[in-house]
């Protein structure tokens, strides 16, 4: 996951210094919020004059509009709109701004609002506190937002910007966020570096729950214990593409899972003749779990303790029920 260091949380530094800084630290974007001053446009020359790191601009305003000739002027890599400000939501981007745009909402806006704009926009930037204020709580609702905007827009990316820190950070990873804004947690490190590694590699203690980023059952690959056929097993795991799928009976009790490993198994076994395959016997009945209530830290140490490698988990509550599951492709894919 990209880190866009947003460069107005340092508050002890001037601006050519926190340059430098986040030069020799390697960061991915610089992040530069805009409330409706154009003469952010002086900042940002003074950054491009001393650094190469891509810009990541902000722009809260009600008339968009104004900022079109400098957009056009400055060579920017990533410009974000805030929905909410505009009063005329009809946007016409001038077509000599070659960098990435995006629209930002805040958690109380609809993800839909992106519609009309998915046509030229890249990506979407989840506000997970108050714009414009800096050290406030992530609002764990975005979790699910994130999860419906990828589902509904998968060839998007998405930013997520407020009170990201190292245990946000992880959960983000996971979910396959493309790049999260950090402010203050960043700069009131004891060194940027030291921040920089908690937010793109390290794991540590968290206050969030599985149940808080899980995929809700809803959102999960199963299928009907006392209904299994090799058909409906096939079209839960090719649907869901995740590589398995819950096995549920009544109450939905987990009675096991049914992975591509078990599936290939079933089908090497019976080749001559694959209407002979006893498809209760594909069920792994004693699959690896983890609880709802488990924090994301406690989460990593259960699966630390495992000798195979885990791709996917079901999450089930006290009574064994399947409430959930979560998957790891992502966060693997991101630490390559």
């Known amino acids: 996951m990209k880190i866009s260091a947003s460069i107005y949380s340092d508050k002890n530094n001037n601006i050519e210094e926190t340059i430098q800084a986040l030069n020799d630290s390697h960061v991915d974007m610089i992040h530069v919020d805009c409330n409706d001053d154009l003469n952010v446009f002086k900042d940002i020359q003074t950054i491009q004059n001393h650094s190469n ?109 407020g009170g990201v820190n190292g245990e946000v950070s992880f959960v983000l990873r996971n979910m396959g966020v493309y790049a999260s804004v950090s402010g203050s947690y960043l700069f009131n490190s004891s060194t940027i570096n030291t921040a920089l590694l908690n937010l793109k590699l390290n794991e540590i203690e968290s206050g969030f729950l599985v149940k808080d ?35 549920l009976a009544e109450d939905n009790k987990l009675e096991g899972i049914i992975g591509n490993g078990d599936l290939r198994r079933g089908l090497k076994e019976n080749l001559p003749n694959l209407s002979d395959i006893n498809v209760q016997r594909l069920v792994n009945k004693n699959p690896i779990t983890v609880p709802e209530h488990y924090t994301v830290y406690q989460l990593l140490r259960f699966i630390k303790k495992e000798s195979r490698p885990i791709l996917y988990l079901p999450v089930v509550d006290k009574e064994n029920r399947a409430v959930g599951t979560v998957n790891f492709m992502n966060l693997i894919k991101g630490e390559l």
């Open 213 to 247: 980023f899980m995929r809700d059952l809803s959102e999960s690959p199963t299928v009907n214990f006392e209904s299994l056929e090799l058909a409906n097993i096939l079209d839960a795991i090719d649907n869901g593409q995740m590589g398995f799928t819950l096995v």
């Open 53 to 161: 790191i891509p810009i990541d601009l902000h722009i809260i305003t009600p008339k968009i509009e104004r900022f079109y000739p400098a957009l056009t002027e400055f060579d920017i890599e990533f410009v974000t709109i805030q929905y909410e400000d505009l009063l005329d939501k009809t946007l016409k981007i001038p077509k000599e701004f070659c960098g990435q745009l995006g629209l930002s909402i805040t958690s109380n806006t609809p993800i839909d609002v992106f519609d009309q704009y998915a046509d030229e926009f890249d990506f979407i930037l989840f506000m997970a506190t108050t714009p414009g204020q800096s050290g406030g709580k992530f609002d764990s609702i975005n979790f699910r937002r994130i999860r419906n905007f990828q589902k509904k827009y998968p060839n998007k990316r998405v930013h997520v910007d």
